[in-house]
């Protein structure tokens, strides 16, 4: 399986990384260390972790306050949201389109 972004969900990994890069020297890598790792479970594990609608479900970061929110497209899976978990829970939902 291929895992794609939202181009809105790439620019809050961006910004994360940069977030926390700023605060503490390689916690930016960190961070993007992590998010990695999360990205290849969705993409062997699609079915993992508990639906948050339909089609829509949030792997959680373990170090970090972030979910990565995704849903499956065809054969992919499409990264919605790189949502810190301290924040409007759901601000991502009108991503989903009509």
Known sequence: MTIRF????QAELDEAI????ASSPD???????????VFHLIAHYPQAWHPMAEN???CRLTRFPYGIIYSE??????ILAVAHLHRAPL???????P
Do not use: H, P, S, T
Not at 18 to 21: P, V
Not at 29 to 37: I, M, R, T
Not at 91 to 97: Q, V
């Open 18 to 21: 940069d977030w926390y890069e």
């Open 56 to 58: 829509i479900c949030r």
């Open 73 to 78: 497209d065809g054969d992919d899976q499409l």
């Open 6 to 9: 939202l181009a809105v969900a």
């Open 91 to 97: 601000y991502w939902r009108d991503r989903l389109g």
């Open 27 to 37: 916690l930016g890598n960190a961070f993007l260390f992590e998010a990695v790792g």
